[in-house]
Structure formats: C-alpha cells, structure tokens
C-alpha cells in the first residue's frame, strides 16, 4: 500500500471525532499469525477518539444483542477440557479450537465423536492442511459428523454429512447489532410454516423440507434420547417437556417458554393482540425489547458512584417497558462530567490540578488507569506455547496409503459416494427415515 494513501486514511479517521465506525469480523484478522491485534488496533482508535457508543460510532455488540434464556441450562462440565481451554493460554478470551489438530497431533488426546457445525476449518484456518491430516487419521479423531448447509472442504473429510436448513427451513432466533436498541427475531420453516396454516399437521421437518433437511432443534433433541435412553446419564432431563414430564420437548413447547419467560415486555405487546407470545412471534417474527440504550459504560459507573454515596442503587431500566415499542432509557443524566473533568480514577501527581484532556480522551478514561486498579499488577510471565515449528510432512495412514486431497473441481455427488479420503468406514444409516 502507498504511503499516500496510509497518510489519507490516518488523516480521515483523525477528522472522524466520535463519528467513527469500524468493525472487523474476519478479514486480516484470519489467516494470519496474531490477527486478531487487527480488531484490538482498530477499536483502539475508537477509544482515542471517544467514538464508543456514540451517534455515528461504535458500540459493543453485547449490549446492542438480546440472547435469551432458553428453558434448560445445562450445567459447567466437572472436567476440565485441555484440548478447548489448554493451560498454555491462561490469558485466552475464547476457546483455542482453532489450536485442536496441533493438540491431537502432539498426543494431548483423542476424540472419539467429533462434530462440525457450520464449519470449514479446512478453509477457514489458516492451517487447513493440519486439520487434513487429523480428520483422516482415525486414530486422533475415531468418527467425524459433518452439520452444514453447504458443500465444503471439511466435509469432503466427513464421515456423515447431515444437512442443515437455510434460515427458511428451520426454527431459529436471531439478533444483530444494528442499531441503539435491542431486538429480537423469529425464523421459521417456510413450507412447514404454510402446510400447517392449510390445516395439515406436521410432526417432523423432514417430511415437507426439500432433500430430507431435519432441522438443528429436532435432531439434537432425538440425538441426546437416544445417547441416554433412560436418563441414567443426565443428558435427556434437559431435552424433556415441562408440560408432559416424560416426554420429549417439542420445538414449539422449547420457543413458547423462551417468549413467555425470557423476552421482556412480549408477552403483554402479545396479549394487547390477543394471542399468546409464540403466536405473536409466528405472526410478525420480530419483537424490539429496548432501545436508546445508550453508553452502557457510564450508567455503570453511575451506579457504582451513586451506591459508594449511600443513596441507594439505581435501578436498571433498560427492559423496563412505558408503553407499547417504548422504552426507558437508563440514568443516563448523571453521567455527565463539567468539561475538563478528568476521567474516572485520575489523581494528579505533583501538581496542584490534574492536567486537562479533550472530550474524546476523557471518554477514554481506561487507558490512564494505573495496571493494579484493573487487576492486572501481580500477574506473572506466562508458559506460552512455543513459537510455529517446521511444516512436517504428512504421515502415512495405517494402512500404507499417503493422505489422498480431492482434485481441484472434484465432484463426488454424481456417485453419490460416502467415502470420503480413503476410510473404510461401511456406510450406515444415521437415522431413521421420518415416519
């Protein structure tokens, strides 16, 4: 890239004030060894400028997404899974599965089910061929189930390939960051959706979607009876009915909890209609909970000076509803500081004031904070995993053969083969056809 061309952005996000919007999902962020410094750099640059949950900035996703509380929450697991959350990454936000073929492959374990959803690491990672090699070893990974709506180079590997359903084959529940405000939406079986307002009824998404797509919902509920048939294992208590104890959790008793109990102010914008919250939602398939949420970072620290004051907490009323498609903003009136002000934490050291700083770096107060009022003072040098080692080279399966990649343009659909990569694995019904 041109120098000119650095020197004009530079020039043009300096300009931006608190009107700057950068979002990074993948882009230089994958593929690339410490990608992810891309998207902490550029939301650097919001807090320099004080563009964060601003009009014309940008705001964390979390507090702009509504996820709501589904009808079980399963419990954390009592062991813990080296091969997710390796001790060599103390510090690690998210789980380093990106990191599992190098784990396999230095003997850290084995999985005997591996399961794919909606993913391509063969594609995706920027060590593609690492992942080649261990789902073609049966020896690291014994049976590996491939969910995807979609043709793709994991998959080639896969010993079942399920189909997914596209987002009008299935029931789903989706909210995006799009705006100051918070919403939720409904998706919902096209042709299921319009065979059961005919009067037909339908039992199983297979019998109307095209190419027998069993949507997500259906399967792992069928799936985990199935793993644990009399509930000895504690698996299937969390995919029984409420309703019909004993039974299994139906996909429309699953969504009718979510909209009755988990989605503020739904259910009385639904009776206000005169339906019930699930019909409601089948009705227009969105619902907004907030909006005006505004800077959540400030009405916090509200709180916090309010209740160090001893007048009492301030109550959250960001799902507080005042009238139909209405909400109430938070106290957000007692989170403006007299300009000038330092930020949050500020002490002035050998001077009679502390120094004065523009809007936007007040706003961006964190930065000035000293490390050991974030916790951050007596933590110690790490064991970090050692640096990328020399490519090896493929090693042979255990039969002789060496690791066999499909032909660029390869098409194995016209023999509508299951053998994928030279496993020897008999084909077997995974299961039954719908009734």
């Known amino acids: 890239m041109a120098a000119e061309t650095i020197a004009e952005v530079a020039d043009a996000v300096s300009r931006a004030g608190t009107r700057l ?14 990608g992810w410094q891309v998207a902490r750099c550029l939301f650097l640059l919001n807090c320099l400028l ?6 014309g900035g ?5 507090w702009n997404k509504f996820v709501p509380r589904p009808i079980y ?3 954390h697991p009592h062991v813990w899974n080296e091969l997710t959350w390796p001790a060599d ?5 998210n789980e380093m599965s990106f990191l599992l073929p190098h784990f396999l492959k230095e003997g850290r374990g084995r999985l005997a089910v591996y399961f794919t959803r909606v993913y391509n690491p063969v594609w995706t990672n920027p060590d593609g061929l690492s992942w080649v090699e261990v789902l073609t070893d049966p020896d690291l990974i014994g049976l590996h189930v491939a969910l995807t709506p979609v043709w793709n180079e994991t998959a080639y590997f896969a010993d079942y390939i399920l189909p997914m359903g596209g987002g009008s084959e299935r029931h789903d529940l989706h909210s995006y960051e799009q705006y100051d405000g918070q919403w939720i939406g409904f ?9 059961e307002r005919l009067g037909e009824k339908v039992t199983d998404t297979r019998q109307v979607n095209p190419g027998e797509v069993w949507e997500e919902n259906e399967f792992w509920i069928e799936l985990s009876w199935r793993i644990d048939p009399d509930g000895s294992l504690g698996i299937r208590r969390h995919y029984e009915s409420r309703e019909r104890p004993g039974e299994k959790l139906t996909v429309e008793e699953y969504y009718e909890y979510i909209f009755e109990h988990s989605v503020p102010g739904l259910p009385e914008a639904a009776a206000a209609e005169g339906l019930t919250p699930l019909g409601y939602m089948r009705r227009y398939g969105a619902f907004e909970i907030a909006s005006g949420i505004g800077a959540v970072h400030e ?10 004051r001893g007048r009492g907490p301030l109550r959250a009323r960001l799902h507080q509803r005042s009238g139909p498609g209405q909400a109430q903003r938070g106290p957000c009136r007692h989170t403006r500081r007299r300009p000038g002000r330092p930020p949050p934490g500020w002490r002035a050291r050998g001077r009679r004031h502390p120094a004065r700083l523009p809007h936007p770096q007040r706003a961006a107060g964190v930065l000035f904070g000293h490390p050991g009022r974030m916790g951050l003072a007596g933590i110690r040098a790490a064991r970090l995993h050692p640096q990328p ?4 080279r493929p090693r042979a399966r255990p039969d002789g053969a060496h690791l066999h990649l499909p032909a660029a343009g390869a098409d194995p659909h016209p023999r509508r083969q299951r053998q994928m990569a030279q496993r020897t694995r008999a084909h077997q019904p995974a299961v039954d056809p719908p009734g």
């Open 89 to 93: 990454y103390p510090l690690a936000l």
């Open 50 to 55: 004080g563009a964060v949950a601003t009009e």
């Open 58 to 62: 940008t705001f964390p996703n979390a």
């Open 73 to 75: 929450t399963p419990g």
């Open 299 to 308: 009405q916090q620290s509200a709180t916090r000076r309010t209740e160090r």
């Open 187 to 195: 998706r919902q079986p096209v042709l299921r959706a319009a065979r």
């Open 21 to 34: 919007a950068i979002h990074s999902w993948r882009s230089a962020a994958a593929g690339n060894f410490g």
């Open 389 to 392: 080692r020399p490519p090896r």
